[in-house]
């Protein structure tokens, strides 16, 4: 990663003597956001967007054992002061390749071996702790992480249930209010919550290390109260996959006494579609620590597991063999995607990852795609990764894997924070990319390992194998909220579709909500530098037309242009890559009509490719129609989408 400083300035003010009942601001650089610290008994923050309080005082401290309390009955000894305004290259870009860091910092140093920062940006806030405490092992037995928004505000809450923290993160959103959640409720992260006059805020964290995640507790009340998952003493195996926790640790986290803890940050936003390009996350973690990434290469996978490896058509017995997956490479290949998967079922038994089952020869799939330009990823349990780590990825290298996908964590404690860095590293080390699944939220890891490609953290497009929860309002939600985390796998690309009247489960052979225009209009708005075409070959081969025009969309992004939306209803999004630029638009069960302007244009003509709902589609849900029109900058294109529909544009310079 590549850093261009354009200003660094501090101002130290030392304070004589214990320092206490002390108050302090920090505005961010375009002054409409203000951070309030106030330093009593108890050390709270509060934030005002313009002349809206909208996060109350909010208390933070640290409770390790030994009664050392960081952020209680704090003494203070000093603050600096600085301003940093920088631009970070992106070494795998996702909304953006040049990235604004522009902050203003605050960090006040207390007796007790600690300090606090907080930063305040042009569209959010963070604070985080920092110990110097020596070499010496702290346990971390609680954090206060307080957020007291002031009135029974609007949420949208990503709900869990399991009192351990045990969960694939896969949530769906509760629309609902404050008040409505419990002190028994929590939630993962991240939760957007509204403002009393509609100002957005949503909260998560970054930096996260050798520490388990932040969860939010409901009071019945305005307040969330943080909640973290303690370190497991003793569990018993659930099958394959899985655990049943049997006795847990008094604290949370042990961990080095000189450190720096995750930043808490809550991105602030004015309007909805602000969400959409929202970097908070990136911007607050770590810089990579891969020296040369040329070897990471972002591009779009055909993917056996969704559509069940159902393919037709074909002279051999479809499954999990040789002759199918080749079959995936020469369909790959004919389109020009880079990768393929070979999901759950490509080893003997699920615990041993280096023997195939009697179908496969994994060493002739892989050589087979080298002829073709296909690379080949791996799919792996956590748990018999875990134990040979080091063997089992030199094979897979050995073999020439590009990739794994990590699977089945669905864990967030200390622990399984250490593995995900550990994965990234040793992958790293054997050059492959990794796709997390089963998996919490982004957190920073992708910035500084880029090997790390995507996330899954999401209730996407597989769920439909058995539910119908994966609806047009839910896709509307993820970009606002899950999305503005980082990248997540969603794994678009259903060639089956239907309205909702229409809609049934069929495990295998499973079929999306909502329009084919929906479905395309995923590969631009939805972000992962490792796409998925989900469904089954065999389809996409019958319509090579949409096919086509999904192999043309990139998985990166130099630029991003959020053009309207609304959470949970509609968004319409304009990205760029190269010299071609990409738009999508995507609604709910309603439909809509948007006249857009091509405001970000550049001086040249156009030929814009539109893939959009057909006529029918409200009635055929796969109906579609595909046309090309000259624009150039500033013309006015009409954006029509069907209910459950979508709409996707490919604009490339005429010459």
């Known amino acids: 990663m590549n850093k261009t400083i354009l200003l660094t300035f501090f101002a130290a003010i030392l304070m004589v003597g214990a320092t206490f009942g002390k108050d302090f601001e920090l505005l961010s650089p375009d002054k409409k956001i203000k951070i309030s610290v106030s330093i009593n008994d108890n050390i709270t923050w509060s934030v005002k967007y313009g002349v809206e309080t909208i996060l109350q005082p909010s208390q933070l401290a640290l409770l390790l054992k030994n009664n050392v309390k960081p952020g209680l009955k704090a003494i203070l000894i000093k603050q600096k002061r600085g301003h940093f305004d920088e631009i970070i290259t992106a070494d795998i870009p996702v909304k953006s390749k040049k990235i604004t860091n522009n902050y203003n910092e605050l960090k006040l140093d207390f007796k007790g071996n600690y300090s606090i920062y907080f930063r305040a940006y042009d569209d959010g806030v963070a604070y985080r702790f920092e110990t110097q405490l020596g070499d010496k092992i702290i346990e971390v037995e609680n954090e206060v992480a307080d957020f007291d928004f002031g009135a029974n505000n609007r949420v949208f809450w990503p709900q869990e249930t399991d009192p351990n923290f045990l969960s694939h993160f896969e949530s769906l959103y509760k629309d609902s209010t404050l008040n409505a959640f419990s002190t028994q409720q929590h939630a993962a992260l991240p939760m957007l919550v509204y403002s009393k006059s509609g100002v957005k805020m949503l909260v998560s964290e970054s930096d996260l290390y050798d520490y388990p995640n932040l969860f939010l507790f409901g009071t019945a009340g305005h307040k969330l109260t943080a909640g973290f998952p303690k ?249 606002f909220i899950r999305m503005a985390a980082g990248p997540m796998d969603y794994t678009p690309g259903a060639m089956i579709n239907a309205n909702k009247k229409n809609f049934s489960i069929v495990y295998s052979e499973p079929m999306s909500m909502g329009t084919r225009a929906h479905q395309v209009a995923m590969y631009v708005m939805y972000e992962s530098p490792l796409q998925m075409l989900a469904d089954n070959p065999s389809n996409y081969l019958r319509d090579t037309l949409c096919t086509g025009f999904i192999s043309r969309i990139p998985t990166v992004w130099d630029q991003t242009i959020a053009l309207d939306g609304k959470v949970g209803e509609y968004a319409l999004i304009a990205r760029k890559n190269g010299d071609k630029w990409y738009i999508s638009g995507m609604t709910d069960w309603n439909a809509r009509s948007f006249d857009q302007k091509l405001f970000f244009l550049d001086g040249n003509n156009y030929r814009m490719d539109v893939f959009s709902d057909g006529i029918n589609a409200d009635r055929h849900a796969s109906d579609y129609k595909m046309s090309t029109i000259k624009v150039s900058k500033n013309d006015q294109v009409n954006i029509k989408m069907e209910k459950g529909g979508g709409w996707c544009a490919i604009l490339t310079p005429i010459q």
Not at 341 to 358: N, Q, S, V
């Open 231 to 479: 370190n497991i003493a003793e569990s018993i195996p659930v099958r394959d996959r899985g655990i049943k926790i049997t006795r847990l640790e008094n604290h949370m986290a042990k961990t080095k006494g000189s450190r720096k803890f995750p930043w808490r940050s809550i991105a602030i936003c004015a309007e909805d579609k602000d969400l959409l390009v929202s970097n908070l996350t990136y911007k607050l973690s770590s810089p990579s620590v891969i020296e040369d990434t040329r070897w990471i290469k972002p591009g779009k996978v055909a993917w056996d597991w969704w559509n069940d490896n159902n393919i037709y058509g074909v002279d051999f017995k479809a499954g999990i063999n040789t002759q199918t997956y080749k079959y995936y490479i020469d369909f790959a290949s004919k389109f020009g995607l880079e990768y393929i998967m070979l999901d759950e079922g490509w080893t003997k038994t699920t615990t041993d990852l280096l023997h195939t089952t009697a179908d496969i020869n994994i060493q002739e799939i892989i050589d087979y795609g080298r002829t073709k330009n296909v690379g080949v990823w791996l799919w792996t349990l956590w748990g018999p990764l875990d134990k040979d780590m080091d063997n089992i990825l030199a094979q897979y290298k050995k073999w020439g894997a590009v990739g794994i996908k990590v699977d089945f964590m669905a864990r967030a404690d200390q622990y399984m924070v250490n593995f995900y860095e550990r994965v990234a590293a040793t992958a790293a080390k054997n050059q492959l990319m990794v796709d997390l699944h089963g998996a919490y939220k982004p957190v920073g890891l992708n910035h500084k390992y880029p090997n790390v490609m995507s996330y899954e953290g999401v209730r996407g497009l597989e769920n439909n194998k058995w539910s119908a929860e994966i609806t047009p309002t839910h896709n509307l939600t993820l970009p």
